[in-house]
T-cell receptor
Framework: GAGVSQSPSNKVTEKGKDVELRCDPI?????LYWYRQSLGQGLEFLIY????????KSGLPSDRFSAERTGGSVSTLTIQRTQQEDSAVYLC????????????FGSGTQLSVL | QKEVEQNSGPLSVPEGAIASLNCTYS??????FFWYRQYSGKSPELIMS????GDKEDGRFTAQLNKASQYVSLLIRDSQPSDSATYLC??????????FGAGTRLFVKA
């Protein structure tokens, strides 16, 4: 596709359930980011993938959060045993890689944990 | 200390005025600096990037960078109601990952 695609756009789940969020980056983009944005807040860095390098997981808030990127393309963010404080918009972005490149964002997944 | 700091605002300016948005960052090794605009309920979009000290102008927008002071700013001239949004400062420190500030909410009053 022409842009970064995220699915689902909305996810409502019960506390304690696991959820998977998907991101399909722009074709040819080697860098992929996950950010979390709580209501009225800025973007909280979660994880960064660059090519075949080991991902930078320094932003993951707990071991309930994990992410993988298969074949250098699609990425899945998994949240296990969801908590109410996990409710937020999860944004995926991709770029051509390197420090000078701008990020292209998907439309985000609104996660609500009841 | 947060890596990228912005005044959360809101900043309110009248239509036609200059809006000045400021940002400081902590990592002296930072290489690239960006301003993204985010409308309510939408995803961020890039409006300016700057990589060297000084000013960079693009239409009504001017980005200013002072690496010695670890300071980045965005000026919006002739502000319009359509400029009302949250402006996010983003910095790429060593390691290439891009870190965002909390954003400044701007309101332009007609």
């Amino acid at each position: 596709g022409a842009g970064v695609s995220q699915s689902p756009s909305n996810k409502v789940t019960e506390k304690g359930k696991d959820v998977e969020l998907r991101c399909d980056p722009i074709s040819g983009h080697t860098a992929l980011y996950w950010y979390r944005q709580s209501l009225g807040q800025g973007l909280e860095f979660l994880i960064y993938f660059q090519g075949n390098s080991a991902p930078d997981k320094s932003g993951l808030p707990s071991d309930r959060f994990s992410a993988e990127r298969t074949g250098g393309s699609v990425s899945t963010l998994t949240i296990q045993r969801t908590q109410q404080e996990d409710s937020a918009v999860y944004l995926c972005a991709s770029s051509l890689g390197g420090p000078d490149e701008k990020l292209f964002f998907g439309s985000g997944t609104q996660l609500s944990v009841l | 200390q947060k890596e990228v700091e912005q005044n959360s605002g809101p900043l309110s300016v009248p239509e036609g005025a200059i809006a000045s948005l400021n940002c400081t960052y902590s990592d002296r090794g930072s290489q690239s600096f960006f301003w993204y605009r985010q409308y309510s309920g939408k995803s961020p979009e890039l409006i300016m990037s700057i990589y060297s000290n000084g000013d960079k102008e693009d239409g009504r927008f001017t980005a200013q960078l002072n690496k010695a002071s670890q300071y980045v700013s965005l000026l919006i001239r002739d502000s319009q109601p359509s400029d009302s949004a949250t402006y996010l400062c983003a910095v790429t420190p060593g390691g290439f990952k891009t870190i965002f500030g909390a954003g400044t909410r701007l309101f332009v009053k007609a």
